[in-house]
């Protein structure tokens, strides 16, 4: 295996180790600065939470949207969903400094419309998730259609009156095709909450 060169750092587009979950952390903000408010955003904009909540954070990463939400909502049933052992171990250790007991799910989620595993939750919330899921470089109406899907499996693995709340980039769909496919996916009260440059959080909800 090729050690890693450091001048990886440098380059402008591709650049960076983003696999890497303590380089992750270590670059985000520094890289992408608007990603602390859009966390605080996409706190803001979810429904209160108490003990009876559960809550899923999809393609948890290193854990920061599950850490942010359990430091205002430590009651909350979390439960934290990664296709990569390595991140999901990360993103344990780090709400676990807040004391708090979470469950980990190692799963891979597909843009097919499956439900996620571990459901029906109350919330999903999903963090520079949505983009990865349907896929870098995918455009056009297979955006469309790879959104539409994604959006039906997290619908249905929501319960009754459940809030699914986005909190991403527009570097794959425009926010207002991703709004519509939300729609057609069967969600209603669709709307944003915050956008700045490209970044975004929106959210809606199934129908009770």
């Known amino acids: 295996m090729t050690p890693p060169n450091w001048r990886q750092n440098l380059l402008r587009r591709g650049g960076g180790f983003w696999k890497n979950g303590y380089w992750y952390d270590l670059h985000v903000e520094r890289r992408m600065p608007l990603v602390v408010p859009m966390l605080e955003e996409m706190l803001a904009a979810l429904p209160p939470l108490d003990a009876q909540t559960s809550v899923c954070d999809l393609a948890c990463g290193t854990g920061n949207a599950a850490y942010t939400i359990l430091s205002a909502y430590p009651m909350a049933r979390m439960t934290l969903i990664d296709e990569d052992p390595e991140l999901l171990a990360l993103a344990r250790a780090k709400v676990g400094d807040l004391h708090v007991d979470v469950q980990a799910l190692q799963a891979t989620v597909s843009a097919d419309g499956e439900p996620l595993p571990g459901g ?58 991703q709004m519509k496919a939300m729609e057609r996916a069967g969600f209603t009260d669709v709307d944003c909450a915050w956008r700045q440059d490209d970044f975004f959080v929106c959210g809606g909800r199934i129908p009770a």
């Open 120 to 177: 029906p939750y109350d919330v999903i919330v999903a963090s520079l998730a949505l983009h990865a899921i349907v896929g870098h470089g995918v455009e056009g109406a297979e955006a469309e259609t790879r959104y539409e899907l994604l959006f039906q499996g997290l619908g249905e693995s929501l319960t009754p009156g459940g809030h699914l709340i986005v909190a991403d980039h527009v570097g794959t769909l425009g926010l207002f095709r």
